[in-house]
């Protein structure tokens, strides 16, 4: 992994300070999946961006301690369940520890990764880079293919759940 240096001894913002103001920010809500001999893992995902077109490239970011983290460092592939509005129990399903996330939830494998059912948009990447940076890694993903079609996305902002209003979806 390539590492991004620490910033001790530098000026930093105060934690709680950071905290707020990022917690006032609207993210997207995924499901990040993997799996070990079709045995699927997923994890609850705000860290998402779109990074590059050409080649298509996203990205997310994992705490260093996830266990997706591993699997995905092991096997090189990952998919990116995108919600949408109605799916916030998902989101609270796959935001917790242990091996056993998919017990009661519908999926099926769609391009060699995990696929939630639902109305929530699909990407599957294989992974290009994982970069170090201060307690997470960021993966980068090229992505092989992509599901879109008019939804309107679940979003996450001042630790509750929402959608936009006024836009197209
Ligand atoms: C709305 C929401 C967004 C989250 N975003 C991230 C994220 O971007 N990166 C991350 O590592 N954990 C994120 N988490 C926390 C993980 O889902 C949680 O730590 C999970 O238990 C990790 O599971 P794992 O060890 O099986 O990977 C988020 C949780 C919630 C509720």
Redesign the pocket.
């Known amino acids: 992994m390539d590492g991004v240096g620490a910033s001790q001894g530098r000026d930093q913002v105060d934690a709680t300070v950071f905290r707020d103001t990022l917690a006032r920010v609207p ?1 997207p ?2 499901v ?1 999946t993997s799996h070990v001999d079709r045995k699927p ?8 961006s779109s990074l590059s077109l050409d080649p298509p490239m996203i990205l ?4 260093q ?7 995905i460092s092991d096997t090189g592939r990952f998919g990116v369940n995108v919600l949408a509005v109605g799916q916030q129990t998902l ?2 399903a ?6 056993d ?1 998919f017990a009661d939830v519908a999926w099926y494998m769609d391009h060699g990764a995990p696929r939630l059912a639902g109305k929530g948009q699909w990407l599957v990447c294989r992974t290009e880079q994982l970069i170090t940076a201060g307690d ?1 890694v960021i993966i980068i993903g090229l992505v092989e293919h992509a599901d879109t079609h008019s939804f309107e996305p679940l979003l ?1 902002r001042q ?1 509750s ?1 929402g959608t936009v209003t006024h836009m197209r979806s």
């Open positions: 993210t809500v995924t990040v893992h997923g994890t609850t995902v705000s860290a998402f997310v970011s994992l705490d301690r996830s266990d997706l983290l591993k699997i989101a609270t796959f935001a917790r520890k242990g091996d996330k997470h996450y630790r759940y």
